[in-house]
T-cell receptor, first 114, second 112 residues
Framework: DGGITQSPKYLFRKEGQNVTLSCEQN?????MYWYRQDPGQGLRLIYY???????QKGDIAEGYSVSREKKESFPLTVTSAQKNPTAFYLC?????????????FGNGTRLTVT | GQQLNQSPQSMFIQEGEDVSMNCTSS?????WLWYKQDPGEGPVLLIA?????ELTSNGRLTAQFGITRKDSFLNISASIPSDVGIYFC????????????FGRGTSLIVHP
């Protein structure tokens, strides 16, 4: 089945450690996105990539980094510079850069940093 | 950037009741999307709207693209316990980027 796979589902880290969240899609989608979700805040865009080897900062990119070496994969690294990293992280993709192509989401990774 | 106001923020209803929620934007939108997020999962697309005035149904769900292109509503008829979740509106502003703007969500709780 085609879809977006995020792993792991739950992740625990100590403060000061970098951590990488995985996102893989087999939908042959060009564009991929990372969102952060906090209670009552909706979805906030961290980074997005419209093509391999290219990515752009979203609204809250500070303390995060990404890479897009393959079309299928868009990993997100939460660095120690991110002041409040505990959150639910969602990866999404879309097939075409058009208004008629909605985002499809993975099932999320819940990161807890203590 | 674009502002999307989604209301209400939360709803507590009895099973069998109808539900209505809406989103308004500060600018004209080309597309309106409605997603549902179950607890601990990713949002799933319910309905996509692409033309002003468009009214689209998906089972017990009905959504409309407002004629002014600045608003959209989602109705759920005869609610059931599995309707529980967070409902998000999203859309693309006219002349804007291909990045959708999301509302803050409406949390729905259905009492059996």
């Amino acid at each position: 089945d085609g879809g977006i796979t995020q792993s792991p589902k739950y992740l625990f880290r100590k403060e000061g450690q970098n951590v990488t969240l995985s996102c893989e899609q087999n939908l042959n989608h060009d564009a991929m996105y990372w969102y952060r979700q906090d209670p009552g805040q909706g979805l906030r865009l961290i980074y997005y990539s419209q093509i391999v080897n290219d990515f752009q900062k979203g609204d809250i990119a500070e303390g995060y980094s990404v890479s897009r070496e393959k079309k299928e994969s868009f990993p997100l690294t939460v660095t120690s510079a991110q002041k409040n990293p505990t959150a639910f992280y969602l990866c999404a993709s879309r097939g075409k850069l058009s208004y008629n192509s909605p985002l499809h989401f993975g099932n999320g990774t819940r990161l807890t940093v203590t | 950037g674009q502002q999307l106001n989604q209301s209400p923020q939360s709803m507590f209803i009895q099973e069998g009741e109808d539900v209505s929620m809406n989103c308004t934007s500060s600018s004209i939108f080309n597309t309106w999307l409605w997603y549902k997020q179950d607890p601990g999962e990713g949002p799933v697309l319910l309905i996509a709207l692409y033309k002003a005035g468009e009214l689209t149904s998906n089972g017990r769900l009905t959504a409309q693209f407002g004629i002014t292109r600045k608003d959209s509503f989602l109705n759920i008829s005869a609610s059931i316990p599995s309707d529980v979740g967070i409902y998000f509106c999203a859309g693309h502003a006219s002349g804007g980027s291909y990045i959708p703007t999301f509302g803050r969500g409406t949390s729905l709780i259905v009492h059996p």
